[in-house]
Structures are given as structure tokens and as C-alpha cells.
């Protein structure tokens, strides 16, 4: 426990990061029986001093009344995104632990679950999209450009609908940057895109789910197309795709209970292979199609 830490708060969403020996340390704090309106986050600076950890700085007061979604620490800037009903992309400056600042933030309706770095300047958030009065519309990738810290924006987004296990588990997710390939399976059903919004989840069915192979190029966010396992007419468990891989000019993804190669550049099927029996690994959800 960090001495001068807040005392006699809950907290509810944590993220940390060490750098140059500090302690990096997002999270949001809630007063007890007061979760909504009352909470804020906050990002401790903390670092060792003899046996302890000493709280040597913070900025707080970070998305009043809203909770950490996804945090970010690459070098000496921190990203934090939080979200209730829009979804503010905090940059903060932390090359001088003693005295961090906060840059710059950006407003925008839905939020980011995972950011990853994908270029000079540039930031890529998976989420949700999301009405302006926080309903949630589906899977979405945010493409931002942060190369001015005090002035953030989001300057290309995909539409994808369902929802990513990349949310909760970032090692589902894929940046191949030779060619600027980005992989998530996506489950189709948890949250449809908005009215007149093709949602690229839609074409993947089957026990196995799918996912969704899209491009950065350039400055640009592009679909590539869909990678569908298992047969659409099967009946029972639905165990999403977990990890993805490229190997040379193939793409493999894989599943608790199967794996699919297909080509990196048409994503044509190329072979699959299954084993098991798909309930032994725990159905995420079950149902009759």
C-alpha cells in the first residue's frame, strides 16, 4: 500500500505502468454507496522509498461522475479514457513524475476499451460506439491522432457492431504493421450499429464466431472483410475466437475448440481444424439457430 494514498475510498477500475523506477498507477475512486455521481479518477505518480511505496504526485478530477475504461502508458505520456455517457480520451504529460500534466482531452460519444499504438502520432481505441445518451451501438475502432498532446482527435472510425473479446483481453487483438493488417473476433448479437450502418459483424455466423479483418492505411481505418468458423446451421455452443496470428501470407485464427488458416490478402479459407467437443470448454452463451 502507497503511503499517501487516498484513504476510505472504494476503487473500482485500476490500471499500472513502471517507468524509469516509478510507479504508475490509474484508477477510479468512488465514495462508499455513492458509485455514480461521486466518482472520479485519478493517476498516481509513486515511487519507492525504503520498504514503501510514497505517493509523490497525481492529477485527479479525471470524467466526474464516469470510470476508467482503457489506459494507456507508452514512455512518459499516459492515455486514459473514461466513459458514462461520452467518452473522454485524457493525454497526460509525465515526463516530470513530480509535476504531471494534464495536455489535452477530447469528447466524443461511446468509448475505448483497449488503445494500441499504431504509428507516429497515432492511437487506435477498441469499443463501443455509443448514442449520445450512452447506449451502446456495437464494436468500433477510433482511429486518433495525438502527435499535438493539447489538441487530440479522433480523425477515422469502422463501424463493426457485436462485441470484441479485445475489450476485456487485449492479447485477442492483432496490429501487423508490415501492411497494416488489423485482426478481432467479434461476436455478432451484443449491440447492433446505429440506424443505416452497415455493421461488418452481421456476416459472420456459426458456433465459432468470427473476426473482423480490417486496415490502417494511412490515416484511414478500412474494412478487408470477415472470417467466419464453424457451420452457420450448428446448433449449441458459441465459444468466440480468442487469439489471431499472421504467418507469412496467411492468416490463423484460433478458438477454444478450433483453428482456421486463411489467406492474409483475400482471406480465402485455405484449411481448418477442430477438436473436442465445444461444450467441454464452457459456452460463452447457447442457442438454437
Not at 458459441?238 to 478450433?258: F, K, Y
Request: negative net charge; contains cysteine.
Amino acid at each position: 500500500v502507497a503511503s499517501g494514498a487516498v484513504q476510505g475510498r472504494l476503487l473500482n477500475q485500476f490500471a499500472m505502468s513502471e517507468y524509469n523506477g516509478d510507479l504508475r498507477v490509474a484508477t477510479t475512486t468512488d465514495n462508499w454507496g455513492d458509485f455514480g455521481d461521486q466518482s472520479e479518477s485519478t493517476v498516481y505518480v509513486m515511487r519507492p522509498n525504503g520498504t514503501d511505496l510514497q505517493v509523490i504526485s497525481s492529477i485527479s478530477g479525471l470524467g466526474k461522475g464516469e470510470q476508467i475504461y482503457s489506459v494507456r502508458f507508452i514512455d512518459d505520456v499516459g492515455y486514459v479514457v473514461t466513459f458514462r455517457q461520452i467518452d473522454p480520451l485524457y493525454v497526460l504529460d509525465l515526463s516530470d513524475p513530480a509535476n504531471p500534466v494534464l495536455d489535452g482531452e477530447l469528447k466524443i460519444p461511446g468509448y475505448s476499451a483497449y488503445l494500441h499504438p499504431v504509428g507516429d502520432g497515432l492511437l487506435l481505441g477498441v469499443g463501443q460506439d455509443a448514442t449520445d445518451e450512452g447506449r451502446t451501438t456495437g464494436t468500433q475502432l477510433s482511429l486518433f491522432d495525438v502527435s499535438d498532446p493539447t489538441n487530440p482527435q479522433r480523425i477515422s472510425t469502422l463501424p463493426i457492431g457485436g462485441q470484441s473479446e479485445v475489450e476485456w483481453d487485449h492479447k485477442a487483438f492483432l496490429f501487423w504493421e508490415p501492411d497494416g493488417t488489423i485482426v478481432l473476433p467479434v461476436s455478432p448479437g451484443w449491440g447492433n450499429c446505429g440506424p443505416g450502418v452497415d455493421c461488418l459483424a452481421e456476416s459472420i455466423s456459426g458456433a465459432g464466431g468470427g473476426a473482423v479483418v480490417a486496415e490502417l492505411n494511412g490515416r484511414e481505418l478500412v474494412a478487408r472483410g470477415t472470417i467466419s468458423h464453424g457451420d452457420p446451421n450448428t446448433q449449441g455452443c458459441w465459444n468466440p475466437l480468442q487469439r489471431s496470428i499472421a504467418i507469412g501470407d496467411e492468416l490463423v485464427t484460433v478458438g477454444l475448440d478450433q483453428m482456421k488458416f486463411s489467406d492474409r490478402q483475400s482471406l480465402a479459407a485455405r484449411d481448418s481444424v477442430s477438436w473436442g467437443d465445444p461444450e467441454q470448454y464452457g459456452c460463452s452463451w447457447y442457442w438454437e439457430g
